[in-house]
């Protein structure tokens, strides 16, 4: 079965500075790949995703990730962080229904940005 | 549109009672989905619907029961409340593709004491 693990519960940077969070998936297919975002009290919203094509994809706000085959990674990152980007990140992968679900989530990640 | 909706916003329930979670999606989706949020743990799957008419368990399914009553409806059935079951639940919708976007319902907070 797959699985998605995300390095760091939780995530502080300074206003400004990069935002890295990583993301580790197994999978014995080629995945389909999503970050998703929640604000305090919401749902999750999509930021991006991979499907197939450039392995370089952009997001909303400002945000991208890079599928990397070789290292099984989806780190999400941003080179400026916001105030307004105050949320917990869930990376996610799609295999397909044969697997009993076909969305598996990572355990989140916390960002805080600190003025 | 309003995507997906669930109601309600907030429940508390007392251990042993039973109650229904509500879902609709107005985007024509073809599959719908039910999860529970815990502290540290994600997104947990309990029941998926692929397509009207059919319904599967998912990672989670103990203590739960599922109706996909329509195409746009899909509820969540709790027969018999228990403290494990104090989560945050939120419902999902995808067209069907496995690249399709799942777009999230705002919530339901449960409380079972």
């Known amino acids: 079965a797959q699985s998605v693990t995300q390095l760091g519960s939780h995530v502080s940077v300074s206003e400004g500075a990069l935002v890295l969070l990583r993301c580790n998936y197994s999978s014995s297919v080629p995945p389909y790949l999503f970050w998703y975002v929640q604000y305090p009290n919401q749902g999750l919203q999509l930021l991006l995703k991979?499907?197939?094509?450039?392995?370089l994809v952009k997001g909303i706000n400002g945000f991208e990730a890079e599928f990397k085959k070789s290292e099984t990674s989806f780190h999400l990152t941003k080179p400026s962080a916001h105030m307004s980007d105050a949320a917990e990140y869930f990376c996610a992968v799609s295999e397909g229904w044969n697997y009993g679900q076909n969305f598996v989530f990572g355990p989140g990640t916390r960002l805080s940005v600190l003025p | 549109n309003a995507g997906v909706t669930q109601t309600p916003k907030f429940q508390v329930l007392k251990t042993g009672q039973s109650m229904t979670l509500q879902c609709a999606q107005d985007m024509n989706h073809n599959s719908m989905y039910w999860y529970r949020q815990d502290p540290g743990m994600g997104l947990r799957l309990i029941y998926y619907?692929?397509?009207?008419?059919?319904?599967d368990k998912g990672e989670v399914p103990n203590g739960y029961n599922v109706s996909r009553l329509n195409k746009r409806e899909f509820s969540l059935r709790l027969e018999s409340a228990a403290p494990s079951q104090t989560s945050v639940y939120f419902c999902?919708?995808?067209?069907?593709?496995?690249?399709?976007?799942?777009?999230f319902g705002p919530g339901t907070r449960l409380t079972v004491l």
């Open positions: 999902a919708s995808t067209a069907s593709r496995r690249t399709d976007t799942q777009y």
């Open positions: 991979y499907t197939t094509g450039a392995t």
């Open positions: 619907s692929a397509s009207e008419g059919t319904t």
